[in-house]
Antibody, heavy 123, light 108 residues
Framework: QLQLQESGPGLVKPSETLSLTCTVS??????????WAWIRQPPGEGLEWLGG???????YYNSSLKTRVTISVDTSKNFFSLNLNSVTAADTAVYYC???????????????WGRGTLVTVSS | DIQMTQSPSSLSASVGDRVTITCRAS??????LNWYQQKPGKAPKLLIY???NLLSGVPSRFSGSGSETDFALTISSLQPEDFATYYC??????????FGQGTRLDIK
């Protein structure tokens, strides 16, 4: 079945750029039925959708982070990536990637998710 | 942005209890509401989509209801594995979404 796996540095310095990759296995990222999304969860807090990408490269971002977030996709290698620049301690969180349904609100749900990766912002 | 407010924020219950968690949207979202379960150290798992549709494999003790602005997740008879945190998520403003703040369900 489809699996997603996040990878990237677990520690990032303040003001630098957080970069993560989500590798998709067991299925193609080039599907017309899905977006591919990033969601984060600060320690002890709730979930925040960061943004998503369609395999064509069309992107959708959370307006609160739009100026700092970039999501890209590599269909040849079946992965997508997250860059978050100018990070502060407030960006410390578990970052999840997930498949997001496309084709209207009824399909707009996250399933499955990656296991998540903790990124700490600290000098 | 559409705001989602869950209540209560935390809840203590016993095995066998019937519990209900509510989620309110800041505007009408029709039935475009999903529910997730998250256990400590794990990723969230989708339970219910479009307000009342159980994902395949989810036990029938879980049910969802509601429309427009008011929604509920009900567990008819709590099992030990159900103690977790539950999140609602609106999908009305697709592809942009927002989550509720979560409801933590603990063993009494």
């Amino acid at each position: 079945q489809l699996q997603l796996q996040e990878s990237g540095p677990g520690l990032v310095k303040p003001s630098e750029t957080l970069s993560l990759t989500c590798t998709v296995s067991g299925g193609s990222i080039s599907s017309s039925y899905y977006y591919w999304a990033w969601i984060r969860q600060p320690p002890g807090e709730g979930l925040e959708w960061l943004g998503g990408i369609y395999y064509t490269g069309s992107t959708y971002y959370n307006s609160s982070l739009k100026t700092r977030v970039t999501i890209s996709v590599d269909t040849s290698k079946n992965f997508f990536s997250l860059n978050l620049n100018s990070v502060t301690a407030a960006d410390t969180a578990v970052y999840y990637c997930a498949r997001q349904g496309r084709g209207g609100p009824t399909n707009n749900r996250f399933d499955p998710w990656g296991r998540g990766t903790l990124v700490t912002v600290s000098s | 942005d559409i705001q989602m407010t869950q209540s209560p924020s935390s809840l203590s219950a016993s095995v066998g209890d019937r519990v209900t968690i509510t989620c309110r949207a800041s505007q009408s979202i029709s039935n475009y509401l999903n529910w997730y379960q998250q256990k400590p150290g794990k990723a969230p798992k989708l339970l219910i989509y479009a307000a009342s549709n159980l994902l395949s494999g989810v036990p029938s003790r879980f049910s969802g209801s509601g429309s427009e602005t008011d929604f509920a997740l009900t567990i008819s008879s709590l099992q030990p594995e159900d103690f977790a945190t539950y999140y609602c998520q609106q999908s009305y403003s697709t592809p942009r979404v927002t989550f509720g703040q979560g409801t933590r369900l603990d063993i009494k």
